[in-house]
């Protein structure tokens, strides 16, 4: 079955750095990968959609600047989260849109820690 | 707009007895509907979802929902609760079966307990 690869599950960072959260397609392509953030005992918010190839769409109250989407390829997306602060600490999970029959694929989810 | 009402943030159930994780959708157009479920840090993992196919869907780990039009309503059921079913539970709605423009709009999560 479609299978999407998050990495890395669990990361801590100093505030003020940057933070690279990888998502990965493994058997299939991903022209569309979502992002979202989950805060403890929450729900899913969707944050943004990332096309391959083009801009990503934010949600509404999402600070582009500071949660950069790349999809440089049908495979790979990514989530940097610039200049982190304590309030950013969340989960964050991606989601591609799988092959016919399947829908909706996640990864297994990142757990950021800003110290 | 869509949107997702789960009733009841945590349901607690007996082992062997019938699990009833409610959700209501609101869609202006014809809904496809998830269930997914999510075990402490980690993702999720699609239950069953409902695509204009047959109302009763069937999903793995002897779950199965049936879609109402009528109630708006696509409750998640089993007929016998294994304590492996401890986790969060949470239905989604979206625009297509995964093939529209949109991300699933996700209601807030039910905690499904089992009690021994």
């Known amino acids: 079955g479609a299978v999407v690869s998050q990495h890395p599950s669990r990361v801590i960072c100093k505030s003020g750095t940057s933070v690279k959260i990888e998502c990965r397609s493994l058997?299939?392509?991903?022209?569309?990968m979502f992002w979202y953030r989950q805060f403890p005992k929450q729900s899913l918010m969707l944050m943004a959609t990332?096309?391959?190839?083009?801009?990503?769409?934010?949600e509404q109250g999402v600070e582009k600047d500071k949660f950069l989407i790349n999809h440089a390829s049908l495979t790979l997306s990514t989530l940097t989260v610039t200049s982190a602060h304590p309030e950013d600490s969340s989960f964050y999970i991606c989601?591609?849109?799988?092959?016919?029959?399947?829908?909706?694929?996640f990864g297994s989810g990142t757990r950021l820690t800003v110290v | 707009a869509q949107s997702v009402t789960q009733l009841g943030s945590h349901v607690s159930v007996s082992e062997g007895a019938l699990v009833l994780l409610r959700c209501n959708y609101s869609?202006?157009?014809?809904?496809?509907l998830f269930w997914y479920v999510q075990y402490p840090n980690q993702g999720l993992q699609l239950l069953l979802k409902?695509?204009?196919?047959?109302?009763l869907v069937k999903g793995i780990n002897g779950f199965e929902a049936e879609f109402k039009k009528s109630e708006t309503s696509f409750h998640l059921t089993k007929p016998s609760a294994h304590m492996s079913d401890a986790a969060e539970y949470f239905c989604a709605v979206s625009d297509g079966s995964g093939g529209g423009a949109d991300g699933l709009t996700f209601g807030k999560g039910t905690h499904l307990i089992i009690q021994p």
């Open positions: 989601s591609a849109r799988s092959p016919p029959g399947v829908g909706y694929t």
């Open positions: 990332s096309n391959e190839g083009s801009k990503a769409t934010y």
């Open positions: 869609s202006s157009v014809p809904p496809y």
């Open positions: 409902y695509t204009s196919a047959a109302t």
């Open positions: 058997d299939f392509q991903a022209t569309t």
